[in-house]
């Protein structure tokens, strides 16, 4: 159930005013509910029953450390892809022992911090990797606990930028070749190969998918059993789709009972790595119409709010529902095409939206809570916006809006 409603013709996040919460922050804002976190970290942890499993947030998603921190105790694990997002789960509460290191480039310092304060594991890209992390572990004297994320060549049916299990794709290892690097992580002195990892895509609204990737995974796991190499764990990445429109993605509970039924193995534990299904619906994006722009050809709304803060719109034509925060019937109604600031054609949020406005109403991109904040940026030097956490009528800053001094205070001028 959606944490952000209307009550008296007025959008609420839990039990807290929307237009309150602007007036007191200012706009842009991201709003995040408390409770829809919970809830949706809870879904993928309670579907696994009796199975041993770990529910690693993809950091990438939302960072925000307060969010990690109420995921931490919780009990969660955590899937990160750099240095600063490890440092973000060690400052959150986070347990390093439940942290899993993605990603396609790993330096050697962000290697050895992560075998400092004992990951879980790596999840290895590519051969050159793998060198990598033997060199950094020898040299520390520690064995790093390893799988490699293997490529299945199964194609999501998702946006080209967030599809990432094809031959095409920059991210793992053709599962076809996968034998010879575990063949080698297990002949290495410092590599301890645990797991195998497999992530095919973003925004999925399909089981299918799923499942055939880990078909091929479990006949990976089966010829290495057979040349001696045991496998512990199996990470079957993340990707599970949100509801933005009218998308239909599968129920927490019947994509992981369709993936343990597949994997049919108690004793194996399961490893995934939700992001945005469990950040994409627990927040908005609240913005103001500053002025109204009717043509003879497109009717504009300009809003104070960019791609700089939101940038998946222009970035994948991605679509989010852009709802009044007050309900009324004194502006203009039309077709609008929601506009920011940034001097760049595509800065838009929204295109052909039917909407009743008028210059200072509040507007409330939904399905903000996944790939907004994270993605946000300073373009034409512009302050970050706050971010709020608010649980029933309790409100938290959990960020306050950036300022000119943050942007430009670490400078210098040159003589």
Not at 131 to 159: C, E, F, G, L, Y
């Amino acid at each position: 159930m959606s944490q952000f409603n209307y009550q008296n013709q007025t959008l609420f996040a839990e039990n807290v005013c929307v237009s309150q919460l602007a007036q007191t922050y200012g706009t842009p804002l991201y709003v995040y509910s408390k409770t829809e976190f919970e809830q949706r970290w809870k879904m993928f942890d309670e579907a696994f029953a009796d199975q041993p499993h770990l529910v690693c947030y993809a950091v990438k998603t939302n960072s925000n450390i307060a969010i990690l921190n109420v995921l931490a105790k919780l009990g969660s694990g955590f899937d990160i892809v750099s240095r600063g997002e490890l440092e973000r789960v060690l400052r959150a509460g986070g347990d390093p022992k439940k942290v899993v290191f993605s990603g396609v480039a790993k330096q050697s310092v962000e290697i050895q911090r992560a075998l400092e304060v004992g990951i879980r594991c790596f999840n290895i890209e590519s051969f050159a990797e793998l060198d990598r992390i033997q060199t950094v572990a020898k040299q520390m004297d520690i064995v790093a606990p390893v799988s490699i994320r293997v490529n299945p060549d199964v194609d999501a049916q998702t946006h080209p930028y967030i599809s990432t299990g094809l031959k095409d794709n920059k991210f793992g290892v053709d599962i076809e070749k996968a034998p010879e690097l575990y063949q080698t992580a297990a002949n290495y002195s410092h590599i301890n190969p645990i797991g195998i990892d497999c992530h095919i895509g973003s925004q999925l609204t399909q089981i299918a998918p799923f499942v055939d990737a880990l078909e091929r995974v479990l006949k990976l796991k089966q010829h290495l059993a057979d040349n001696g190499i045991e496998i512990h764990h199996l990470d079957l990445g993340g990707g599970l789709g949100i509801t933005y429109t009218d998308e239909t993605p599968p129920e927490v509970a019947s994509y992981i009972q369709a993936l343990l039924k597949k994997l049919d193995d108690s004793s194996v534990e399961v490893i995934i790595e939700p992001g945005r299904a469990i950040a994409g619906n627990a927040g908005i994006l609240v913005t103001e119409v500053e002025y109204l722009k009717p043509t003879d050809h497109k009717n504009f709304a300009i809003i104070d709010a960019a791609m700089n803060d939101l940038i998946r719109p222009a970035l994948y034509q991605a679509y989010q529902r852009i709802e009044p925060v007050k309900l009324h019937s004194d502006g203009t109604k039309a077709k609008w095409d929601i506009v920011g600031p940034v001097c760049e054609t595509g800065d838009f949020l929204g295109k052909d939206r039917e909407l009743n406005l008028q210059a200072g109403d509040l507007l409330a991109v939904m399905s903000a809570g996944a790939y907004g904040f994270t993605m946000a940026s300073n373009y034409n030097t512009r302050p970050r916006a706050a971010e709020i956490m608010v649980q029933d009528d309790k409100v938290w800053e959990i960020r306050p809006r950036e300022t000119y001094e943050d942007l430009m205070g670490s400078e210098k001028l040159i003589s």
